[in-house]
């Protein structure tokens, strides 16, 4: 198997810009759990970025993040409505329930994406306490089918929370991906939008390690400092965290690497819809593709580029793009893919532009 493939964004290595402000912020000592320089100039960076009264907390994972988001708006007897896809149901381990006691309540969709129409028919028993009360929803942009949510599709979702006094949250893992898609500054889609907390994500794009949890609605994180330290997300070495952020937001790392990362998408888009028997199921936005592929070559080709399977009971599968995915990457699979299609044969040599 080639150390190179297209099964996550979180198996890139780090940015070379974010190691080097690693190793310079090694340097001497400096207060502990967020009381440096580093983190303090990382939040002001966050505050020129979606405003002044943006409350902006660090944390370690993204799983960390939108624990503490959620948690902060929500009580034990609420319930929390996000795509049946959304990390936070399939891949979190329950964590979100555990630790606000709230139900997650799944809804169908096609493309990764909720809908207002979708949530309404779970919005009853306001005020009957037998029935969990609507608190909050949760989305994720990009989707975790690479889609993208528009400014009108976010308000929507706003303004239908809001309006039954409930809060919007915005899983942000791959939020700079969706940003260039959408080519919008990110305020323009999350606070402006109606958004009122956001997971901001920086390892799918280039960080080593971190996040952040950002607040718009300021009375939100009244208890979040003691809910961040509950959950085990008050790192100590909190400058090796915010010094991340400084060039990431600085100096824009964060659309570089998006850029690049979409880009190779809709190159690897371009490449596989060339080839008969592959069917693609997303509208490729951010850095994601997704696919049907015949059952009979999947291991074949997982042994040469892994990746994982989508979905089991129709042969969908996911690659994932990443800031460092080399168009070599990309064709060097696309050529096995094909020939294990029988589209041509495996002898096919790398198109002359990477020679």
Not at 34 to 48: C, M, N, P, V
Not at 52 to 72: D, H, K, M, P, R
Request: hydrophobic share 40%; with cysteine.
């Amino acid at each position: 198997m080639r150390d190179r493939g297209f099964a996550s964004d979180n198996n890139s290595g780090i940015d070379p810009h974010i190691l080097r402000a690693i190793e310079e912020a090694n340097n001497g000592h400096a207060i502990g759990y967020g009381d440096d320089r580093w983190t303090a100039e990382a939040i002001t960076l966050f505050k020129k970025e979606f405003g002044e009264s943006t409350e902006v907390y660090l944390v370690l994972t993204g799983t960390g993040a939108n624990i503490l988001g959620i948690q902060s708006a929500v009580s034990s007897f609420n319930s929390i409505f996000c795509a049946e896809t959304a990390h936070i149901q399939v891949d979190e381990c329950g964590a979100p329930e555990k630790f606000t006691g709230s139900k997650l309540i799944p809804i169908a969709t096609r493309n990764g994406k909720i809908t207002p129409g979708a949530i309404e028919k779970h919005l009853h028993g306001f005020g009957f306490e037998h029935h969990s009360q609507p608190g909050l929803i949760s989305i994720t942009q990009a989707s975790e089918l690479g889609t993208v949510y528009s400014v009108s599709e976010i308000r929507e979702l706003a303004d239908l929370a809001h309006k039954h006094g409930m809060y919007l949250h915005m899983d942000g893992a791959r939020i700079s991906n969706a940003a260039v898609s959408l080519g919008l500054p990110f305020k323009a889609f999350t606070r402006d939008a109606g958004v009122d907390m956001l997971s901001f994500g920086g390892t799918k794009n280039g960080m080593m390690i971190g996040e952040a949890v950002l607040f718009f609605n300021s009375a939100l994180s009244a208890h979040t400092k003691y809910y961040r330290k509950q959950a085990a997300q008050l790192y100590s070495k909190m400058r090796f965290v915010g010094a991340q952020f400084i060039p990431y937001l600085r100096n824009e790392i964060w659309k570089k690497n998006a850029t690049h990362s979409n880009r190779m998408a809709k190159i690897l888009e371009k490449e596989v819809a060339k080839l008969h028997g592959i069917t693609i199921t997303q509208l490729v936005q951010a850095n994601g593709v997704f696919a049907i592929v015949p059952k009979s070559i999947i291991a074949k080709l997982q042994e040469e580029y892994f990746f994982y399977m989508w979905d089991e009971s129709t042969n969908e599968v996911r690659w994932m793009t990443s800031f460092d995915t080399k168009e070599e990457d990309i064709f060097n699979f696309t050529k096995i893919l094909g020939s294990l299609l029988g589209e041509y044969p495996a002898t096919n040599s790398v198109p002359k532009a990477l020679k």
